[in-house]
C-alpha cells in the first residue's frame, strides 16, 4: 500500500528549504517511488508580481477551511492552485504507483482548526498515512518567529511575545489532535538541528538520494528568514513601540527589506553597522536574560516530556539535546 507522508512542519524549522529540495528533485524521486506532487493546476503568477510558482501545499490545507475573509490574502485556498481532487488526479496518472507520497505545509501545524484533521484522513482513505512533524527548542522556535513579527511591527518583548502564543509552543496538545485521528504510532517527530531539516527527513523516510551544497539557493523563504544582528531586532522593536511612524524607523524597515533581497546588502547596510555599534549599555544583543530563558522553557518542560516518551519512546522525556 502508498504511504502517504504529510510533514505538517512547524514553522520555523527549515521547511521552505525541505519544500524547495523536494520540488527542485521531483523527476530524481519518481525514479525512487517517491512522488513529491506538483498539483496540476498550479499557478503561474504574472511576471514581476513577486510571486512564484508555490513549492509547497498550502492550498490542500486552505481548501479544508476556505475562509472568506481571507481569500484575497497569499496564504487564502486558490480555486486555481490545486486541491484535493487535483492530487488523486495525479496520482492516478502515474504508472507505476509511487510508493511514497510527500505533502508538505506548515501552516497544517498551526493554522487548521483541529475538527478539521478528520477531513485529511477522508480525503487520504485507501492509503496509509503518516505524520511527519520536526520540532524544535521553544525558545529558538519563539526567538525565530519573533524577529519575523518584529520585522512587520511588533511591538512588545520577546518574553511577551512567547507568553502570548504559547499555546503554538505546547507541542504535545498542539500533537494531540493529529493523533487521536492517526494514532499515535503514525506519528513521527523529528528534533530540529541547526544543520538543516533535509537529511534527517531523507532517513526517518529511508529516501537515498544526493543532497547538494546549494540545496537552499533558490528558496525564496530562505532568504525572506534572514535574521540581522539581534541588536538590530531589538532596536526595531524599541522603535515599533514608541516611534511607529517616525522616520528612523520607516528607513530601518527599509534596509531589512534590502536584506531580504540578498545577504550580502546586510554587509552594505550603514544603519545596521551603526546599530550594531551601540553600545551593550543602551542596547544588548540580548533579547531574553538567561534566568527569562530558564523560566520559558519550563514552560514547556511537561509538555516536551511527554511528546520524546509517547512519539519517540525516550524514557529519559530528553526531547532536545
Known sequence: MTTVYLHIGTPKTGSSSLQTFLFNNRDKLLKKGVLYPLLIKTVTYPQNSGQKRKKSHHNLHWSLTKDPESIKSYKAYNPMAGDWTDLHKEIDELNPKP???????ESFYDLLPPENIPLIKKYLKGYKTKIIVCLRNQYEYFRSYYCLRVKVGYKNSLRQFILENKAQGDYFQMLSPWSEVFGKENIIVVPYNKNGIINDFLQKLNIDIEINSDTNADSTN???????????????????????????TIKLKFAVQDLYKSEAKKKDSKLFNKISQIPDFLISRDLMTEAERVEIMKIFEDSNKKVAQE???????????
Open 311 to 321: 512519539y519517540m519512546g525516550k524514557e529519559d522525556g530528553g526531547l532536545f539535546e
Open 99 to 105: 510508493d511514497k507520497i510527500i505533502i508538505s505545509a
Open 222 to 248: 530562505f532568504r525572506l528568514g534572514i535574521t540581522p544582528d539581534y541588536k538590530v531586532v531589538k532596536a526595531m522593536q524599541i522603535f515599533n513601540k514608541f516611534f511607529p511612524d517616525n522616520r528612523v
